[in-house]
């Protein structure tokens, strides 16, 4: 089945650092989803991003589908954005549609 | 419009018990998915459920099971508990036009001893 691999898995910055994020996948698929898990296990829904390039706020993502690979970039880091960033990828198969998530990269962000 | 809501939020039960977990999609929403977090293992989708009916089934054993109301609340029932099933078992739900498109409750947590 298609594999979803993240990198890095662990990132440390200082507040106020820049980072970028990567989710690549081993086959073509028909949307990708980035999410953020906050400390407290809480996910939220950043991107649904099956091309192109989005932003909100200090946060964009840009999915490259042709080359199987997203990037998450996150600007002038702080604390509230430690946790956990999932990339999960949605493939079609028939009447079959499937998530499949990347282990996840945990970041933490100091102070 | 309210999130996605779970009850209960902690929980823990001794092995052999059985445990039943509930989930509020949003409102509209009538596609809710199923999922299981451990340390290390990601998540793993155990299913989702359309209009009271078990769409999509991931590979866990048949102690896991689920269902759906008409009003499409969903329960998770998990019988005969093992060590190995604590965990945070997260809720999605999502619309029948992007239903890979979700949004997650806060969670349950699941500590099994």
């Known amino acids: 089945g298609i594999q979803v691999e993240q990198s890095p898995p662990d990132l440390i910055l200082q507040e106020g650092a820049n980072s970028t994020l990567r989710c690549n996948f081993s086959?073509?698929?028909?949307?990708l989803q980035w999410f953020h898990q906050n400390p407290w296990g809480q996910l939220i829904n950043l991107f649904y991003i099956p091309s192109g390039t989005k932003q909100n706020g200090r946060l964009s993502a840009t999915t490259v589908a042709t080359e199987r690979y997203s990037l998450l970039y996150i600007s002038s880091s702080q604390t509230t954005d430690s946790g956990v960033y999932f990339c999960a990828v949605e493939r079609i198969a028939g009447n079959n549609r499937k998530l499949i998530w990347g282990l996840g990269t945990s970041l933490a962000v100091n102070p | 419009k309210a999130g996605v809501t779970q009850t209960p939020r902690y929980l823990i039960k001794t092995r052999g018990q059985q445990v039943t977990l509930s989930c509020s999609p949003i409102s509209g929403h009538r596609s809710v998915s199923w999922y299981q977090q451990t340390p290390g293992q990601g998540l793993q989708f155990l299913f989702e459920?359309?209009?009271?009916?078990?769409?999509n089934k991931g590979n866990f054993p048949g102690r896991f099971s689920g269902r759906q109301f008409s009003n499409s609340r969903s329960e998770m029932n998990v019988s005969t508990l093992e060590l190995g099933d604590s965990a945070l078992y997260l809720c999605?739900?999502?619309?029948?036009?992007?239903?890979?498109?979700?949004?997650f409750g806060p969670g349950t947590r699941l500590t099994v001893l």
């Open positions: 999605a739900s999502s619309t029948e036009w992007a239903p890979n498109e979700q949004f």
């Open positions: 459920y359309f209009s009271e009916t078990q769409r």
């Open positions: 086959d073509s698929v028909n949307n």
